[in-house]
């Protein structure tokens, strides 16, 4: 059987094992281990297993975790911040770890924080995910009581405390400097970098911000190996990656399968194909800043490189698909609005170009566009694209925008010319 | 229930309890001002929101200006600085609820309740607040009623949960 090692545990009630099951199964052998091991040893065997980022940057973690400034002279507080914000529409795997394996979360905490030597660790958790930090708090709780978490873990002479911070919400706490302002209790607008968080983070002081879904990998790899991890996955990085699917959709879900399962895979076995009566005209392959792929390319793996060579990103992995009743210039308002929303507000081409955005998008869609409203859209994908603004929130959103203008040319010109929506308005009605 | 009675005037000054809670939150946090959001979620779950005056006593506490920690409460979708009903409902606008029917959705509240988002029932019974994508997306469309989580709506089970507030 196929190795699942993020959703092994899951229940068939969906409810999370409580420490002694999670014990009975092998939870908190890989932290023993681990407290033998050399910190070092641990980041280097995480580096060798390939393990990306799964938070949307695809970052290697090994990587990120050497950057922290380790050793004499180094300041002796470092923090570790799980990014649990998961506002990025269409994606919904980190709750699921949260909810149904909260001690696989609080074991790879601690492993990860003995790994880059911090003492303090936040969970920073969305404000809407209420039954997850019920769930994370007890499991912490538990833990305590069994001596994994506080001062001297096991007798090792590791000491770590874990905060569950509800957000206050708002999709800018996901991108991770903003993430530790927030945390700081300030209006959480992102920081300039350099310098990096590994150097001057939370309060100033060395932090790793990592995803939910990456760290969860961490006992694994130690259990287990790199070796073993890098077998998991069908393409050169290591693991299993949690797919999903919405839209639709004859079974929308999560899956936990190896990197590298294509597209076509996902949607035909896992999603069993379209409902009756709907057809899949492109997908966002992985939350609302990537770009659209069109059929032609469904035979797409979905690791990190073979996204990008179709011209998107994996991203989340969770995957929307848009169907052929659903209007694409529909679909963009929808995702552009959410984008000017959630604008920070901090630098101008994103607080005053995503607004614009959204009202010429709204102006096509009820039948009030020009032609020229698509050289304008078209420039602001170039003024809000990377390196344009201060954060990736703005580059994030031309994603969708570039490639539904590339693609949907023809939907977009029809709106303008036949001045309605040729979809019209079934936004109102139950299907 | 109705917690109507219960809840007092917003102009009431916050309780010893309730302060102590917030001092407490502050004690735990390793600077004052990071309890922030703890503290004005721990006000708008005793109020129902969070107004000037308990804005201003929640900054003194933090030993932050009133603007900073407004600063902060403005920000964010959760902490409401404006009444609301007696139960909130956030409804998602986000992408994969739109594919599935959150319009649909929307309009039915607004045939019910006769509020559009952003309003309150006349009877203060609910606000409806449109929200972000709520991770929810394979059941979508998805709505949260306060703290709780409803998917797969449709036009029955919809107003099926809406009973089951009062
Ligand atoms: C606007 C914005 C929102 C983001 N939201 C999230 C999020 O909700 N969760 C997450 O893990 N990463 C999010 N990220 C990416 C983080 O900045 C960061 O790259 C990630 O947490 C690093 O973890 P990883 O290396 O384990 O992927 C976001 C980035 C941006 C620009
Ligand atoms: S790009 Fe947008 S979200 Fe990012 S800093 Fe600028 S205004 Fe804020
Ligand atoms: S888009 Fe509505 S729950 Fe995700």
Redesign the interface.
């Given at each position: 059987m196929m190795d699942k090692p993020l959703t092994a545990l899951l229940q068939p009630n969906g409810m999370p094992l409580d420490i002694t099951g999670y014990e009975h199964a092998g939870g908190y052998q890989p932290l023993r281990k681990a407290l033998k091991m050399a910190p070092e040893a641990i980041i280097a065997e995480v580096k060798r297993s390939r393990l990306r980022g799964r938070g949307g940057g695809g970052f290697s973690t090994g990587r990120k975790w050497e950057a922290v400034p380790q050793g004499e002279g180094s300041p002796s507080q470092r923090y570790l911040v799980v990014n649990g914000d998961?506002?990025?529409?269409?994606?919904?795997k980190?709750?699921l770890l949260f909810e149904q394996t909260p001690h696989q979360m609080i074991e790879a905490v601690i492993i990860s924080a003995f790994a880059i030597q911090a003492s303090?660790a936040y969970i920073f958790v969305?404000?809407?995910?209420?039954?997850s930090m019920e769930r994370l708090n007890r499991a912490a709780a538990e833990a305590k009581a069994r001596g994994y978490l506080g001062a001297n873990i096991l007798g090792s002479g590791f000491g770590l405390t874990i905060h569950v911070h509800?957000?206050?919400?708002?999709?800018i706490c996901g991108e991770s400097s903003s993430l530790l302002t927030?945390?700081?209790?300030?209006?959480?607008i992102p920081r300039s970098r350099p310098p990096r968080s590994a150097q001057s983070g939370l309060?100033g002081k060395p932090s790793v911000v990592n995803n939910v879904e990456t760290l969860c990998n961490v006992p694994h790899i130690v259990e287990r190996g790199a070796d073993w991890f890098l077998s998991l996955s069908l393409g050169a990085d290591g693991g299993t990656k949690l797919y999903?699917?919405?839209?639709?959709v004859k079974r929308?879900?999560?899956w936990e399968l190896p990197l590298g399962t294509t597209l076509v895979e996902l949607l035909e076995e896992h999603a069993g194909g379209m409902q009756e009566g709907y057809e899949c005209r492109a997908v966002?392959p992985g939350g609302?800043s990537t770009s659209f792929i069109m059929r032609d390319d469904f035979d797409v793996a979905m690791d990190f490189t073979s996204v990008q060579r179709v011209g998107s990103s994996v991203g989340t992995g969770?995957i929307?698909?848009?169907?052929n009743r659903?209007c694409p210039v529909?679909?963009l308002r929808?995702?552009e609005?959410?984008f000017a929303?959630?604008s920070?507000g901090f630098c101008t081409p994103c607080r005053d170009g995503l607004p614009w955005v959204e009202r010429i998008l709204a102006a096509i869609e009820a039948g009030e566009g020009h032609m020229d409203d698509l050289d304008t859209l078209g420039r602001h994908v170039k003024f809000l694209g990377p390196n344009c603004t201060f954060c990736d929130l703005a580059p994030g959103a031309m994603q969708p925008l570039a490639s539904g203008l590339k693609y949907f040319r023809a939907e977009f010109e029809q709106h303008i010319r036949e001045k309605c929506c040729p979809w019209h308005d079934t936004?109102?009605?139950?299907? | 229930m109705s917690t109507a009675e219960q809840t007092p005037a917003p102009d009431a000054p916050l309780e010893a309890a309730l302060r102590e809670d917030i001092i407490a939150l502050a004690h735990h946090?390793?600077?004052?001002?990071?309890?922030?959001?703890?503290a004005?979620?721990l006000v708008q779950k005793r109020f129902g929101y969070v107004s000037d005056r308990h804005l201003s006593e929640v900054a003194a506490l933090?030993e932050?200006t009133p603007a900073e920690l407004d600063?902060?409460a403005t920000?964010?979708?959760?902490?409401f600085r404006r009444p609301v009903g007696r139960h909130v409902i956030?409804l998602c606008?986000?992408?994969?609820c739109?594919?599935?029917?959150a319009?649909?959705a929307?309009?039915q509240i607004r045939d019910r309740l006769g509020i559009k988002p952003g309003e309150t029932t006349a009877d203060g019974r609910f606000t409806l607040l449109p929200?972000?994508?709520?991770?929810?997306?394979?059941?979508?469309p998805a709505m949260?009623v306060d703290?709780d989580?409803h998917g797969n709506l449709?036009?029955a089970t919809l107003d099926a949960i809406l009973e089951q507030y009062r």
């Open positions: 998961e506002m990025e529409p269409g994606s919904f980190d709750r303090i969305r404000g809407e995910y209420v039954l509800a957000s206050g919400g708002r999709y927030a945390l700081e209790g300030r209006r959480p309060w999903g699917m919405s839209g639709r929308p879900g999560l966002l609302a969770n929307m698909v848009l169907d659903r529909g679909m929808n995702l609005h959410f929303q959630e920070c936004e109102e009605h139950w299907a | 946090a390793e600077y004052k001002r990071a309890a922030g959001t703890d004005l979620k933090l932050m600063a902060v920000f964010y979708n959760l902490i956030l606008d986000s992408v994969a739109w594919v599935m029917g319009g649909a929307r309009a929200i972000v994508c709520l991770g929810h997306c394979d059941h979508a949260m703290d989580q449709n036009a």
